[in-house]
């Protein structure tokens, strides 16, 4: 499967087990931990913003700010993608998944196919050895396990529903 259509898959998964999901149940903790559903996609935004930052890296920038503050302290980044986006409504941070999920996918659609497959491109990311195609097939397993989360979150709440 292209890289190309992983990640398009992977933000079908988010969509569909977010489908529905009622208001109240956006905000209740104990989806991952203490994170909520609402804190689950604002962590995916986060992946998605720091996707289209390493792409970037891809036409020969610099990595940005926020993509080495992934690289060099991930659990703060994690943090601080949830406490960024904690006043926000559940609607607003979907909002953002989206616009982001939209230019992530543009931005990986712009790159020579070649180029996806070639290890050494990426030298932030595993010590140069991974490619494009590592890359968004690690954040795609990252999105399938938060997903699945909140199936089983889902399940456990099912009267709520």
Not at 22 to 51: C, N
Not at 128 to 147: K, N, P, T, W, Y
Request: hydrophobic share 40%.
């Amino acid at each position: 499967m292209s890289a190309t259509q992983t990640l398009e898959n992977s933000h079908l998964m988010v969509i569909q087990a977010l489908d529905d999901l009622p208001e109240p149940m956006w905000d209740m903790p104990g989806v991952s931990g203490e994170w909520s559903a609402k804190d689950i996609v604002a962590h995916l935004t986060s992946y998605e913003l720091l996707l289209i930052d390493a792409l970037q890296t891809a036409h020969g920038e610099k990595p940005s700010p926020y993509l080495m503050r992934w690289v060099n302290d991930l659990q703060a980044f994690n943090n601080e993608a949830i406490e960024a986006r904690s006043y926000k409504t559940a609607q607003q941070i979907m909002n953002e998944y989206q616009d982001a999920q939209i230019r992530s996918t543009d931005a990986l659609a712009s790159l020579p196919a070649e180029l996806l497959e070639k290890k050494g491109i990426l030298d932030w990311y595993r010590s140069g050895e991974a490619s494009i195609a590592d890359l968004v097939e690690g954040f795609s397993r990252h999105a399938q396990q938060h997903c699945q989360q909140i199936v089983q979150f889902r399940t456990a709440n099912k009267q709520l529903e």
